[in-house]
C-alpha cells in the first residue's frame, strides 16, 4: 500500500473510543466475560483483604488484652469463669479449652487424673487447629487469584488478538488506526489480571505472615500454661499419694 492510499486508508477508518470503557464495551463478547470476572474476582479480593486486616488486628488486640489478665494474678478459675460465659477465640479459646477438660476431669464422678496432661495436650492441639483454621479462611482465594489472574487475562488477550487479526483480514486493511484498537483491547484483559492478581499475591503473604505469627502465639502459650497445669496435676497426685 503506498503512502497516499494509507492516509486515505486512515481517514476513512471510524473514529474508535480508545478509552477504558470504550475498549471494554468494544471487545469481542469473551472477553468481556474475563474482563468481568477479573473485576469481580478483584473486588472480592480486596474485600477479603480488608475483612482478614481488620480480624488480625482484632485479633491481636483481643490476645494482648487476655495475656494481661492472664499474668495479673488472678485466679485460673475466676479467669474461666469470666471468659466461659462468652465465645471465646485466640488465646482465650486455647485457655477456656484446656480448663473445661481440666474441670471435667476433677468434678466428675471420678477423678480421672493419670492421662489428664495427655487429654489437656490432645485439646489445646486442637484449639489451636481450629483457631488457624479460622484465620486462614478464604487466604486460598487471595493465593488462587493471585497464580491465575494473569493466566486468565492472558487467555483474553490470546482470544482478542485472535479476533483482531481475524478482523484485519477480512478488512484487507493493516493500517494502524485499524489494527491499534483491536490489539488494545485484547491487552486490556492482560492489564486487568496483573490488576487482579498484583494485590492478591502481596496481600496473601502478608496475611499468611499474620497468620504464622498468630500460631507461634497460640503455641508458646499452649506450652506455658499446660506446663502450669501438669505441676498442679503433680501435686494433687502426691497430696493424694
Known amino acids: 500500500m503506498n503512502p497516499v ?38 473486588i472480592w479480593c480486596w474485600s477479603i483483604i480488608v475483612d482478614k486486616t481488620l480480624l488480625f488486628r482484632r485479633t491481636e488486640a483481643e490476645m494482648d488484652a487476655f495475656e494481661e489478665a492472664f499474668w495479673s494474678g488472678r485466679s485460673l478459675e475466676e479467669l474461666y469463669r469470666s471468659y466461659n460465659d462468652r465465645p471465646a477465640t485466640g488465646l ?23 492421662s489428664l496432661s495427655q487429654r489437656i495436650e490432645k485439646q489445646l492441639d486442637v484449639t489451636i487447629h481450629r483457631e488457624v483454621e479460622r484465620l486462614e479462611s478464604r487466604l486460598l482465594f487471595l493465593a488462587s487469584i493471585g497464580s491465575a489472574g494473569p493466566y486468565i487475562g492472558l487467555f483474553g488477550t490470546v482470544w482478542g488478538i485472535m479476533t483482531a487479526f481475524t478482523s484485519i483480514a477480512a478488512s484487507k486493511n493493516t493500517s494502524l488506526a485499524v489494527v491499534a484498537p483491536g490489539i488494545a483491547e485484547a491487552l486490556f484483559a492482560t492489564a486487568i489480571g496483573l490488576f487482579a492478581a498484583i494485590p492478591a499475591v502481596l496481600a496473601y503473604n502478608k496475611l499468611q505472615a499474620s497468620v504464622a505469627k498468630s500460631q507461634s502465639r497460640l503455641e508458646g502459650f499452649a506450652d ?18
Open 5 to 42: 492510499d494509507a492516509m486515505q486508508a486512515a481517514q476513512a477508518a471510524p473514529v474508535v473510543d480508545m478509552s477504558l470503557f470504550g475498549l471494554f464495551w468494544q471487545a469481542h463478547f469473551v472477553v468481556k466475560i474475563v474482563m468481568v470476572g477479573l473485576l469481580s474476582a478483584s
Open 224 to 241: 506455658e500454661f499446660s506446663a502450669i497445669l501438669s505441676r498442679q496435676i503433680d501435686e494433687r497426685l502426691s497430696l493424694a499419694a
Open 92 to 114: 482465650a479459646a486455647v485457655f477456656v479449652a484446656a480448663m473445661r477438660e481440666w474441670k471435667r476431669s476433677f468434678e466428675g464422678s471420678g477423678r480421672q487424673v493419670q
